[in-house]
Every structure is written in C-alpha cells, then in structure tokens.
C-alpha cells in the first residue's frame, strides 16, 4: 500500500496554465525535457498529442475539437520511482533560474574582468565575482607568475562557481520578502497536508556579525524530509555513517534573508513561521532553544496579550495563531553532533537534518555578503592587514594597463615620439580586446625594466628607473574624470593611488611640450608592480606628495593637481586611522606643508582646516570627533565597527558637500 509521500515520490504533478490557440494548445510548465514528440497525453479527458516541445512549455493538438477548460493539470507520462529521482525533481525548481538565461563560462582573464565590473550590482553574477576575486587572492598568495596558469584557475574557479552559486543565487531573496514555493512543487506537498499525513522540517539560521546589527546579515533555511517511514531514515543514517553521502531525502525548500532586524534567534523563529503559516500538519526539527522556550509560552496562553513582553511580538504573534490551528510538533535536536556515532541511527538522521539546514544557511548568508563592490573598498580600507588585496589590485590595473598599450600603441610603438590628445578606449572597448589578444610585444620591451623596481629602494634609483619605464609607455594626459572612470578606475582608487604612489607627480619631459606632465593613477599602478608598499613608506610618500605639490603650483598642469590633491587630503584620514596609523608622529613636518596650502583648499571648497594634520572639521565639531574616536578604537579590536565607521565619514561628507561625489 502506498503512503501519501509515496506517492507524491512516485508521480510528480505540476499545475499548467492552458492557453486557447486555435487547434493547438500550449501548456506552460517549469520542466517539459520528460515530453517528446507525438506523445499521447489527456488533459482534462481530452486525449492530445505533443506536437512541439520548448523548455518551459509544451504546444499539443487535441484529437476532438472539444472545448477547453480554461485552467488544467498535467501527469507527466514518466514517474519518479526512486528517492534519487525524487530528490532531483524536487531540486530541480532550484536550478531552474540559473538554466533559464545560461552565462557562457569564460575563456580568458579579459573575460574575467570584463564580467566583473559590469555585473557588479547584479545578483546573479555577485557569488560568481566573489569565487573569482578568492581564486585571484589565492594564486597571488602562492606567488605564480605564470600568466597562463592564472588563466586556468580563474576560468576553473568560474566554473565552478556557477555550479555551486545557481542554488543561491536566486534562493536569497534580496528583497526582504519571503520566498515562494514553485507552484507545482507546493501542490503536491500542499496535498500531502491536506491528506492528514505528517510533513518534517528541519530548520536553522545563520547570522554574520551578530555583535554589530547594523553590518549583520541574518538568513533562514527549511528542510524538507521526504522518507516514508523510520526504517528508511535509519537505513540513510547507516549509509552516512559508512562515508557514503547526505540523505538525498532531505531536500532544500526555502531558503531566504531574514526581513526585518537581522539576529540569528530572529532567523529560526522566522524558518518556523514560515512553516506554520503554510502547513497544517508539521513535525519541526530545531536546534534553538530559545525559539523552542518562546514556542512553549505561545502554546500554553490563550490570551496573546500576555506575549506584548516577548522579544520580536510581530512574529511571536504570527506564531500564536498558526499554533492553535492544525496539528503541531517541535522536537529539540543536538546541534553539530551529527559526528556522533554511538547514537541511534533515528537520532544522527535527525541530525544530519539539521546539519543540512545549517549549511543552506551559512551558504545562503555567504553569498550575501559576497558583492564585488564591499570587497573592493575592504581592499582599500585595511591596508595594513590585507597585502594580499593591494597586490591583487596592482595586477587586475597592470593587465589592464599592458592591454590598453597595446590596443593603441601596437601600430606605432616603434617610431611613434608623440601620442595624439585623445581620450582612452571606452570599458567595452578594452576588454572585448582583452578577449582577443593573447601576445603582448609592447608588454615584454618593458617587462624587464618592470622586475628590476623589486630591487630598488625608494630614492633616485627607483626614480630614473620609472621615468624611464613611464616614458616609453608613452600615455596621453589631461583625461577627464568620466575616462578615468572609463578605463576602469573608481574614485576611490584614484584617491589611494594619490596617496599610495606619491612619485604619480615625477617630471617627464615631453617633445615639443614645456613644463613638467603628471604621471596618472594608472600609471604608477602599472610601473609599481607587485611592489611591498609598507604603511611607514605610504606615511613618507603621503609627505613627499605634499612638498612636490608645492614645486608644481606654478606649473600649467597645477589645476588639476589641485583636485586630486583635494580628494586625496579628504580621504586620507579614513584610510591612514582604519589603518592603526597616526600620520602626526611619522610625519612631522606635514603640518608646515599643508599650512601653505591651505589658500588653494580654501578657495576650491570653502573648508577651514583646524587640525590640519589630521581632519577638516565642520561646526559639528562633537559629531566628527566622536567618529573619528570610533575608528581608533575599531583598530584595537579589529572589528568590522572599522568599515563602518569609514562609511559614515564617506556619507557625512558626501552629505555635507551636496552631492559631491569621489
């Protein structure tokens, strides 16, 4: 005799929406690989036959001209007989988002970074660009410098990713709503319900930076368990226990961010919640004793003003109503024991229904915090802990470099003196040639001046070597910000690089020019290779800026000197104090150079500068300080209040200066 999950094992039912088109009709479902052509089907007693077949619907032509119904159920012809099968069917709705619009995997790092920045906000692509930018750090923290071999790992690591991000991708909601269950696969379980039969969840929750509620991230995971009995639950845990693999009969699903306050009790709450409210008929598994104490009290009142003291009341009084309808068990499990072996095999089955809620929400929570864009400004934010992050940043703009001198230089490279006064390739024109080319003749004519900056030391030495290098790469000057931001650098690099590399300022003569040429942010990324910038050199450097700033002043190109200088001193106390760095002590003779500047800061936005060393105040003196006290003591505790912290100084500014935007 076959049980109600036997049965919704055995066939899988999906509704379809039924659309009149003359003699044909065209049933729209999420899988329709089981059909094929001429196949016989009866839909709502009228016997038709498949004559086209797409991916998510089915065009069939009736035997009869019959009237059609305006809505109607399909049986696919091929039923699933085995848990493994079941298991697939149920997974398979995961998938679907990811199927639907295929990325073709990339086949060079042109590819990489071209998919990079442009997806950057986009959901999909965000877990992508985070496997990539940890397969980058990963291949530069072993020191490679086979370019092929960094080809290899990224396109692998891109693979990868996409197999294992397209189930959470679309599985985290980014919209703080609740998940909804594909409508087919909920009717089947939904009539499960309805039968009487006993549905088993497990659920769990997963919190990042629990300290801080406003960095957090908060996600929820559900569970379902698709055994028919304790005999087969006990035979899964057995092929567990022997190293096999995970009960395929738990499956994922729903899995979503928590809305609203992000704390992990909030989370588990919300996994059972969300259970209550759609199921009659429920056995939950959770590891949360806290939820597990808040359900006892909604259980034993009838009156839900008793709950107005209980913490998240909005959801504590969703809970109330689902508890008093239905047919409801919670039982406690063991959390991370699932390695217990001298336990029954019922229990280390319960388990592992819990470690495999646990998991979808970690994951889930993983992938939210794993945008491209926070990776990017952690790189500049934490200098002095993450080398690896600004060496990772001095490749991803060197190959950039090499490529645009190629693309407009390989012509002329040869006898070419002067360059026209054009602005540079647009982004999409850069990396589709990044795609293209694999040789780089301009690249190895510099290549060895470029190894030998590893064994300079900052003075002249390093000085000749990089005029030197610069002026063969020939690049044109007076860009705009718009094609600095075109050729792939934010502000907020630009602004590091100002600060970084203080010889961006060096004198390079030009034929038939007078005066002095400002190397550019990109510039001395590129002739800075892989070099160990060390904070106290960063301090010097920052110093050296400042005192050649003052030689420049006289010079035609001052103007716009000026205005990196500017974001430069306006970004430099967010990045040298989320450094543990006190400018005033390595520095000393700072306070002297930026008094003398001082005209030119006040005429070009107005400021007074009362601790001139350290930080522009505004009349709200209280306010800043109290921030600025934030980030000294972030340092200490190496927290991510650092990030935060930074943030509000980045929006107090942009704030106070109407729009103005790095």
């Not at 055995?10 to 479902?29: D, F, K, M, Q, W």
């Not at 493994?84 to 679907?96: G, R």
């Not at 992990?264 to 009659?280: D, G, P, S």
Request: with cysteine; hydrophobic share 40%; net charge negative.
């Amino acid at each position: 005799m076959q049980t109600p999950l036997t049965q919704l094992r055995s066939t899988e039912t999906r509704e379809a929406i039924v659309v009149p088109e003359g003699e044909t009709l065209t049933l729209y479902a999420d899988h329709c690989k089981a059909f094929t052509k001429d196949d016989q089907l009866e839909i709502a007693n009228v016997p038709c036959k498949v004559i086209h077949i797409a991916e998510h619907f089915v065009q069939v032509k009736p035997h009869s001209t019959a009237d059609w119904p305006a809505e109607a159920t399909i049986h696919q012809h091929q039923a699933h007989t085995t848990p493994e099968d079941m298991c697939q069917a149920l997974d398979a709705y995961w998938t679907q988002f990811w199927t639907k619009e295929p990325d073709p995997p990339p086949s060079d790092l042109g590819d990489i970074l071209q998919y990079v920045p442009a997806q950057m906000h986009s959901k999909r692509c965000a877990a992508v660009s985070a496997y990539c930018l940890t397969a980058l750090r990963n291949f530069l923290r072993m020191q490679r410098q086979d370019w092929k071999t960094l080809l290899n790992e990224i396109s692998a690591a891109y693979q990868t990713a996409a197999q294992q991000a397209a189930e959470w991708l679309h599985l985290c909601n980014w919209t703080h709503t609740e998940p909804d269950i594909q409508p087919g696969l909920y009717q089947a379980v939904h009539a499960v319900d309805m039968q009487g039969a006993p549905l088993s969840f497990y659920t769990d929750g997963s919190c990042q930076f629990p300290a801080h509620p406003n960095e957090s991230y908060s996600t929820y995971s559900v569970i379902i368990d698709t055994a028919t009995d304790d005999a087969e639950r006990e035979e899964h845990a057995k092929h567990y226990a022997t190293g096999q693999h995970m009960p395929c009969t738990l499956c994922s699903l729903a899995v979503a961010r928590t809305p609203g306050e992000q704390r992990i009790h909030r989370a588990e709450l919300y996994a059972i919640v969300y259970i209550c409210e759609r199921f009659q008929n429920t056995i939950v598994h959770t590891d949360s004793a806290v939820t597990l104490a808040a359900i006892r009290r909604c259980q034993n009142t009838s009156n839900p003003d008793t709950l107005h003291d209980m913490e998240d009341l909005g959801l504590v009084l969703r809970l109330w109503v689902t508890l008093h309808t239905g047919n409801r068990q919670f039982l406690k499990v063991k959390a991370h024991a699932e390695e217990d072996s001298q336990v029954p095999w019922l229990t280390l089955y319960h388990r592992l229904g819990n470690k495999r809620a646990n998991d979808v929400a970690i994951t889930a929570n993983e992938f939210l915090l794993a945008p491209l864009v926070q990776e990017m400004q952690d790189m500049h934010k934490d200098l002095a802990a993450q080398r690896h992050h600004l060496a990772q940043l001095l490749r991803y703009h060197l190959e950039v470099i090499r490529r645009h001198a190629e693309l407009k230089f390989i012509k002329q490279q040869e006898e070419a003196t002067t360059l026209p006064e054009q602005a540079l390739p647009t982004r999409q024109a850069v990396f589709h040639k990044l795609c293209q080319y694999q040789a780089d003749p301009c690249w190895s004519r510099v290549a060895p001046q470029v190894q030998e900056l590893r064994h300079c030391t900052w003075g002249p030495t390093l000085t000749a070597k990089l005029q030197d290098w610069c002026n063969q790469i020939r690049w044109p000057t007076n860009r705009t910000d718009d094609e600095i931001q075109n050729a792939g650098l934010t502000w907020i690099e630009m602004v590091l690089s100002f600060m970084i590399f203080a010889r961006c300022f060096l004198p390079v003569k030009r034929p038939g020019q007078e005066g002095v040429m400002m190397l550019t942010p990109i510039q001395s990324f590129a002739a800075l290779k892989a070099y160990d910038v060390k904070l106290s050199e960063l301090a010097n450097l920052f110093a050296i800026f400042c005192k050649q700033l003052q030689d420049l002043q006289d010079t035609p190109i001052f103007p716009e000197v000026e205005r990196g200088l500017v974001r430069s001193l306006y970004i430099q106390g967010a990045a040298f104090f989320s450094s543990g760095f006190r400018i005033r002590a390595v520095v000393p003779f700072q306070t002297e150079v930026l008094s003398s500047l001082q005209p030119y800061l006040l005429r070009h936005r107005g400021r007074a500068f009362v601790d001139i060393p350290e930080f522009p105040i505004e009349p709200d003196e209280a306010m800043f300080l109290q921030v600025k006290s934030e980030l000294r003591q972030s340092w200490d505790s190496r927290t991510a209040m650092t990030h935060k912290a930074a943030r509000r100084i980045t929006d107090w500014y942009s704030l106070h200066e109407g729009g103005w935007k790095w």
